[in-house]
């Protein structure tokens, strides 16, 4: 026999008692198995009983913002259908009354290969970023966070940043995460006085996971690979037995293979730029060259690899891992128009190979996709341009190899493009399922990278700006348009499934990045105007060891979690249009509020000083600003100007 709890919700409500039976609810198993679709149960019972009863003693609606969190507050839009499957009795002509079955919640445990959210927990980790917007790592059922922590002995609490690319191993085993940020260390000399740079511990690195098994779930980190410098270049061989990764202004692609069960470099094939040549301008103008994306053909026989900064792309053999030729990519080459002064594939990005023969490459500052013949020996030759709206990053080749995706961050698209004709059928709106969005204030998504599921049956565009995840189906009636947003972690860059997609791995390349006290001015030493205990050198040098640099507080993260599906899909789509203000509506307190200051308030002067705090320069302010004096460097015999504002306009 099923237990079943019956509450007259009409007369507690009548009798003030919402916020306890809520409360009641929410907390009655302590094991916190009353999961979201029972409490979707009492929210949009709270909104019927608004609806139906002609004087509630409070509003519903407040009741459900005092008690319940964002996450459940959401419930109130739900269909009626989700009421008449857990309903069990209405009666209007006594009051309204529901059952939940309190058993069925008990009974309900989660599964250990897709755990329910506690979503207390979720929303209580919904953090909030420098740009005004939201984020909730952990929104997705299950989800897990691993921070990207190389495991440097003299920097135990260091966290890589800047995670740029994922892929995962051809058997589906291994994970491999690229960074390629800042992930500079300092170290304090013994005197006290200076410091330096730890070269050992300030590289790039490669992160190994197992993501076989029950690691699916939650990766096991099993090695972190050190490489001199990288960008965002990482792809497998089809034996699986190598990988790459391209060296940044290394100009070099580094090769590793197993030894003794470990991945070990292998080969560093050079690219035979100078140094300082890259785009060949004069003197302190020259540019170092820059390794970017790299793509690999069916047959493992060929590598491609974008020269960023020399508009170009390199073609290198793996049996020999030497260079076959390299294919400038711009116009004015013999073996593409030959035209000179016409602009084209600069700054190229990424790169997919189709075939044994065919390379496309992303031209970044052009808005082109540039598609070259690199089936000859020793040279290229050009196919075709294709003009694409947006800034090109990265893309994805479908399985059978007749359609390549590609984000275009500027325009919030992404393109798809037929391999055959190599022209653009379709763009893709990834902000936000159709009619979400109004009008053309929410702009910014910046997809920065495309993955395709195993089954081919589903595109994910990673939204970098909006800190989301589109979810794209390509069968079917609603193909080439998002259906579903999922929320990621800050700047997400990359997202990879598991071999038999039921998991998905994102990689997230900022975090909120804090503050950073114990982070001074950089030429603290050359002061005058304040003197640190201890003299202003030994301050400058104690500053720059407690490697609080700005960068250094960017933290990457990796998040997996199961695929999410319809019903949870349309809940994570909710979060992301909050933590954006995709659907926020105007109350009447905010409508007055925003009257009453612009009836007072008629400008608004920006300050802006490049790489200095507010405190910094007005910390010492007397006016009621919110400063802090004690880090005012450049205060008011500095920068007396500044100051002068002060009595003209309030500052805050």
């Not at 890589?160 to 260390?185: F, H, I, K």
């Not at 493992?300 to 170009?312: F, H, I, P, Q």
Request: charged residues 20%; proline residues 5%; glycine residues 8%.
């Amino acid at each position: 026999m099923v237990p079943t709890l019956w509450v007259p919700v009409g007369e507690l409500l009548q009798n003030g008692h919402a916020v306890g039976l809520l409360s009641f609810l929410a907390r009655t198993d302590g094991r916190r198995s009353l999961t979201r679709r029972y409490r979707t149960i009492i929210a949009t019972t709270y909104r019927l009983h608004n609806v139906l009863l002609a004087s509630p003693t409070r509003s519903i609606a407040d009741e459900a913002e005092v008690t319940m969190s964002a996450s459940d507050r959401r419930a109130f839009l739900k269909t009626m259908r989700t009421v008449s499957r857990w309903m069990i009795r209405i009666s209007l002509s006594v009051g309204l009354v529901f059952s939940v079955i309190l058993a069925g919640a008990a009974q309900e445990r989660p599964r250990a290969s897709a755990p329910d959210r506690d979503d207390d927990a979720a929303e209580n980790r919904r953090e909030l970023l420098p740009t005004g917007q939201f984020i909730t790592p952990l929104a997705l059922p299950g989800a897990v966070q691993q921070f990207l922590n190389p495991g440097l002995a003299k920097y135990p609490d260091f966290v890589a940043n800047e995670a740029v690319r994922s892929q995962l191993s051809p058997d589906g085993s291994t994970l491999l995460v690229l960074c390629a940020g800042y992930n500079t260390n300092v170290g304090l000399a013994a005197d006290g006085l200076n410091a330096f740079v730890d070269v050992p511990a300030s590289t790039q690195y490669i992160f190994v996971f197992d993501v076989k098994g029950s690691h699916r779930s939650k990766p096991a980190l099993r090695q972190v690979i050190h490489q001199t410098n990288a960008y965002v270049g990482l792809v497998w061989a089809p034996s699986g037995k190598t990988f790459y990764a391209t060296g940044g202004n290394d100009d070099a692609v580094y090769a590793y293979s197993q030894s003794g069960g470990s991945w070990v470099q292998t080969a560093k094939i050079a690219l035979g730029h100078a140094v300082g040549a890259g785009l060949n301008l004069p003197g302190a103008f020259s540019t170092e060259p820059n390794a970017a994306g790299l793509g690999i053909s069916a047959d493992g026989s060929t590598l491609v690899v974008a020269n960023n900064y020399n508009d170009s792309i390199s073609v290198i053999d793996t049996a020999t891992n030497t260079v076959r030729f390299e294919h400038d990519l711009r116009p004015y080459f013999p073996d593409n128009e030959g035209t000179d002064g016409v602009a084209g594939g600069e700054f190229p990005h990424a790169v997919a190979v189709k075939g044994k023969g065919t390379a496309y490459v992303s031209a970044n500052r052009d808005r082109e996709v540039v598609v070259v013949d690199i089936s000859g020996g020793t040279f290229g030759r050009l196919i075709a341009r294709i003009p694409v709206d947006g800034l090109p990053n990265g893309m994805a080749l479908n399985q059978a190899q007749t359609t390549l995706y590609v984000a275009q961050d500027n325009t919030d698209e992404v393109a798809v493009i037929d391999t055959a004709s190599n022209t653009v059928t379709h763009t893709i709106d990834t902000r936000a399922p159709e009619g979400m969005l109004t009008g053309t204030r929410y702009t910014g998504a910046a997809p920065f990278a495309v993955t395709i599921s195993p089954d081919q049956k589903t595109l994910y565009a990673v939204n970098e700006g909006a800190n989301s995840i589109a979810v794209i189906p390509l069968t079917g009636s609603r193909a080439n348009t998002v259906t579903g947003l999922i929320p990621t972690a800050y700047g997400p860059k990359d997202v990879t499934l598991s071999a038999d997609g039921r998991y998905m791995y994102i990689i997230n390349g900022k975090s909120d990045q804090g503050p950073n006290p114990l982070n001074l001015f950089f030429d603290t030493d050359k002061l005058t105007t304040i003197m640190y205990p201890g003299g202003n050198q030994a301050a400058a040098a104690a500053a720059a060891a407690a490697n609080q640099y700005q960068l250094n507080n960017n933290r990457s993260t990796l998040v997996s979690a199961r695929v999410p599906d319809g019903d949870d899909l349309e809940e994570l789509t909710a979060e992301v249009a909050q933590n954006n203000f995709y659907t926020v509506q105007p109350n009447e307190h905010d409508q007055s509020v925003m009257a009453f200051l612009r009836s007072k308030i008629h400008h608004v002067i920006y300050i802006v000083k490049e790489n200095r705090t507010f405190d910094q320069i007005l910390g010492d302010l007397d006016n009621g600003a919110d400063g802090d004096a004690s880090l005012a460097v450049f205060g008011k015999r500095i920068t007396p100007s500044f100051h002068r504002v002060r009595g003209e306009l309030q500052m805050s």
